[in-house]
């Protein structure tokens, strides 16, 4: 059994990130390839939300190892104001040199093999960097989304700190990692030869052992309500649901909708967007209902339970997928996807036999698949996801994936 380091900030018992899930997989599952796991984190005082029964989701045998930190914006603020310094790269920077030295610490007492460090906090990238120099023990950084990219992050100082964080990658880490072939060639067009054939991809996927069993595929009755959910955040414009509900508006409107019942159960949203204005706005106060977070197995019981499942996904994101949409798959509910079709979301979904897409931006085609898909669904006619595709999306075959790259860069 060869030990591996494992950097992330996402981690139980933080609430409220679907993020968790790869790095608990990966933690869960790596054992059944020859390599054991050591987790560092954070102190828990650095989660904006917890939810303490979450610890059970870690796996037996695996130690947290977790390092000072605090976050700037509520533990370092002044009036609800900080200086911009104390959240550079990120709000928990003051993880950073904590983390290197019980990086070290972990490497030199458990015989650590190699490093893996995992975005989207970037701090976890400059432990990973840290530990690995000090140690001469290589490092794999786990990038999942581009870094720097058009107007993300905000501010000068970040977008240069950001920048500076990605070089040092591509430059000193024995492979680079991201989860869709969007993110890979938006890498290789940055760098071409500087990467040298070391970007990975290795996708997310789902947990078919964290849900319900077996899975809930009858047919739906005639005689409620169609639940239509959305599990997980939304924010500014790459994930606004505003096209949605005024379709959803004007087809209620019409005489063969307007005696259906619909409900939209909108789960975990945020608070980014003013959502009890745009529902106000567009007369959906009896349709769409927004409810909290619910712990991890709940929220997977609710979309095998749900009638359709929904994605919101705008053409700036073209080159991600949200973690949601593999456990959407494996629920094997209808999915109604507002994303671009050219795009790696659109793809993955017409891979699985869903094609009924449509851009986000474009509120006449949301219309068109949300009219056509509310008939299928009813008539219970909707198209399913394709169970042998999705059986290559799980989360244990992405985990033997990342255990062959561990095993070849210790080979190289």
Request: aromatic share 8%; with cysteine.
């Amino acid at each position: 059994m060869r030990n591996l380091l494992f950097i992330a900030y996402h981690f139980p018992p933080l609430q409220g990130s679907s993020g968790i899930q790869r790095t608990l997989a990966f933690a869960k599952y790596l054992p059944q390839f020859g390599w054991q796991p050591h987790i560092l984190s954070t102190h828990i005082r650095a989660y904006p939300k917890v939810r303490l029964s979450d610890n059970d989701l870690i796996p037996s045998g695996i130690e947290v190892h977790r390092s000072f930190a605090l976050d700037s914006r509520r533990h370092l603020s002044l009036g609800g104001r900080y200086l911009e310094l104390l959240a550079v790269p990120d709000r928990w920077q003051s993880w950073i040199l904590p983390g290197i030295i019980q990086g070290v610490r972990i490497a030199r007492a458990q015989a650590v093999e190699a490093i893996c460090s995992t975005y989207p906090i970037a701090s976890a990238h400059v432990i990973g960097y840290g530990v690995s120099k000090l140690t001469g023990i290589p490092w794999v950084a786990d990038l999942r989304d581009p870094m720097l990219q058009t107007g993300f992050p905000s501010g000068e100082l970040r977008r240069k700190t950001f920048g500076a964080i990605e070089r040092l990658i591509v430059r000193h880490a024995s492979r680079m990692i991201v989860t869709t072939p969007g993110a890979a060639e938006f890498y290789r067009e940055r760098y071409g030869e500087q990467l040298s054939g070391r970007i990975a991809i290795i996708e997310n996927g789902y947990d078919d052992a964290a849900f319900p069993q077996p899975r809930a595929l009858e047919a739906r009755s005639i005689d409620r309500d169609l639940q239509l959910l959305h599990s997980g955040l939304l924010y500014g414009q790459d994930r606004n649901p505003s096209n949605f509900f005024a379709a959803l508006s004007d087809i209620l409107q019409e005489p063969e909708f307007n005696q259906r019942n619909v409900k939209v159960i909108l789960r975990a949203p945020g608070s980014e967007l003013p959502l009890d204005q745009l529902i106000e706005q567009f007369h959906l106060g009896n349709v769409v209902e927004v409810k909290p977070a619910a712990p991890y197995r709940e929220a997977l019981a609710e979309m095998v339970a749900a009638d359709a499942l929904i994605i919101f996904q705008s053409a700036a994101c073209n080159r991600q997928i949200p973690a949601k949409a593999y456990e959407y798959l494996y629920a094997g509910r209808p999915i109604v996807g507002m994303t671009d079709p050219a795009g790696d979301t659109g793809r993955l979904l017409a891979s699985a036999g869903i094609e009924a897409t449509a851009p986000l931006e474009d509120r006449a085609a949301i219309t068109r698949i949300v009219r056509e898909n509310l008939r299928l669904i009813r008539a219970d006619q909707a198209p399913l996801p394709d169970p042998v595709r999705v059986a290559q999306l799980s989360r244990q075959a992405r985990t033997q994936e990342l255990a062959g790259l561990l095993d070849g860069v210790l080979h190289h």
